[in-house]
């Protein structure tokens, strides 16, 4: 079975400094991950994306993630926050198989202040 | 190019009636995932159609009910609601097969109130 473990609900950070959001997987087969953000009344918004290619992945917005397999981990984060940035974010787990069943993890929410 | 589009946005029903929300997914895109996402949690899979036929399925029980028409498009129905049952669905559409299967892309979700 697969499984994602957001481990922290709330981040709060200044505008201008760094984001780190983290994220645990576990996975009995070769994991695709994702991030996902979410802004209020609004879809989801795919930040980017590990399918087994470069394990530092760059996505939009100036995020990027790393994966770490001897860690199990898939931590995404931001040089600088943006105001714009304060959403809720989701680390997610697909097989690597033809299914693309997305596991969701619960989400942190970031919270930008001035 | 449209995104994925979802109807109505807002719906207010009764314990135990039945509802039915529609998603047209992205151009070119011939997969459609359904989700449901309760206040405060992630997104839970309910099922996926692929070719008119449900081809995967999450833990949900059968009054949850899909259909994908020709035109990719599909169809949510929930039977019999309950109060539980009240939440954001979210439909999201892929391609099947190939270098991009892997990413969905998400509708902006249909608000169920069950009363």
């Known amino acids: 079975a697969q499984s994602v473990t957001q481990l922290d609900s709330h981040v709060s950070v200044s505008e201008g400094t760094p984001v780190l959001l983290r994220c645990n997987y576990s996975s009995s087969y070769s994991p695709s991950l994702f991030w996902y953000v979410q802004h209020p009344n609004k879809g989801l918004q795919l930040l980017l994306k590990?399918?087994?290619?470069?394990?530092l992945v760059k996505g939009i917005n100036g995020f990027e993630a790393e994966f770490k397999k001897s860690e199990t981990s898939f931590h995404l984060t931001k040089p600088s926050a943006h105001m714009s940035d304060a959403a809720e974010y989701f680390c997610?787990?697909?097989?690597?198989?033809?299914?693309?069943?997305?596991?969701f993890g619960t989400g942190t929410r970031l919270l930008v202040s001035p | 190019d449209a995104g994925v589009t979802q109807s109505p946005t807002h719906l207010i029903k009764t314990r135990g009636q039945q509802v039915t929300l529609r998603c047209s997914p992205k151009?070119?895109?011939?997969?459609v995932s359904w989700y449901q996402q309760a206040l405060g949690q992630g997104p839970q899979f309910i099922f996926q159609?692929?070719?008119?036929?449900?081809?995967q399925r999450g833990n949900f029980p059968d009054r949850f009910s899909g259909h994908q028409f020709p035109n990719y498009s599909s169809e949510l129905n929930v039977n019999a609601l309950l109060l539980g049952d009240s939440a954001l669905y979210l439909c999201?559409?892929?391609?099947?097969?190939?270098?991009?299967?892997?990413?969905?892309?998400f509708g902006p979700g249909t608000r169920l109130t069950v009363t």
């Open positions: 999201a559409s892929s391609l099947a097969a190939g270098e991009k299967s892997y990413e969905q892309y």
């Open positions: 997610v787990v697909s097989m690597n198989t033809g299914f693309q069943k997305l596991v």
């Open positions: 151009s070119g895109h011939d997969t």
């Open positions: 159609y692929y070719e008119e036929e449900e081809r």
């Open positions: 590990y399918t087994s290619a470069a394990t």
